[in-house]
């Protein structure tokens, strides 16, 4: 599983690699990018979530995957498959630089990763959690296909966060692709 790689017309995703930590930090740094995400982490609390990541690749056989732009070899952010103990369901998400916003990058790459995850990993349904004030991650998912399942529960620590439940099962997104 460890040398998945999955090539899009602008993206290249693979699992996370040692050298992607700097610009992971970065990111998980903005605060505008982490505005729905649990907020900024400090680069000590960064290495640990991505080790997180790293770590579900080895344990679990798939994780988010790292994201770069193919146009310039550079790392711009996570998204794909995740489903961390309590999770509601089987998740795609995202999260990217913010300087790629409006690119289109995280229904490219999401959409590359349902896919994936529904094909591979066998997956019947996914799930995206957002902040129903998140509208341009509302906007991803709508893009995606999914529609609102209603409001849903994170696990410990995230029992307070206020998340919406979008989402599709294997057959409506196959069936929306054949279209």
């Known amino acids: 599983m460890h040398g998945v790689r999955i090539e899009t017309d602008r993206l290249i995703l693979r699992p996370t690699a040692a050298?992607?930590?700097?610009?992971?930090?970065?990111?998980?740094?903005?605060?505008?990018?982490?505005?729905?995400?649990?907020?900024?982490?400090?680069?000590?609390?960064?290495?640990?979530?991505?080790?997180?990541?790293?770590?579900?690749?080895?344990?679990?056989?798939?994780?988010?995957?790292?994201?770069?732009?193919?146009?310039?070899?550079?790392?711009?952010?996570?998204?794909?498959?995740?489903?961390?103990?309590?999770?509601?369901?089987?998740?795609?998400?995202?999260?990217?630089?913010?300087?790629?916003?409006?690119k289109g990058y995280a229904s490219e790459g999401a959409a590359a990763t349902m896919d994936w995850a529904f094909d591979t990993l066998g997956w019947t349904q996914v799930i995206h959690s957002i902040n129903p004030e998140n509208h341009a991650s509302i906007g991803v998912a709508r893009k995606l296909g999914s529609t609102l399942l209603g409001p849903g529960k994170l696990p410990a620590p995230f029992e307070d966060d206020v998340v919406d439940l979008w989402g599709q099962t294997r057959e409506q997104w196959f069936a929306r692709r054949r279209r």
């Open 19 to 102: 050298d992607d930590f700097d610009a992971w930090a970065e990111c998980m740094a903005d605060p505008e990018v982490n505005r729905f995400l649990g907020g900024p982490q400090p680069r000590a609390v960064a290495w640990r979530n991505f080790m997180t990541m790293a770590g579900c690749w080895s344990l679990q056989g798939f994780g988010m995957f790292s994201v770069i732009e193919r146009s310039t070899g550079r790392w711009v952010g996570r998204l794909g498959p995740w489903h961390p103990e309590g999770w509601p369901g089987d998740e795609i998400g995202w999260g990217l630089m913010r300087d790629t916003w409006g």
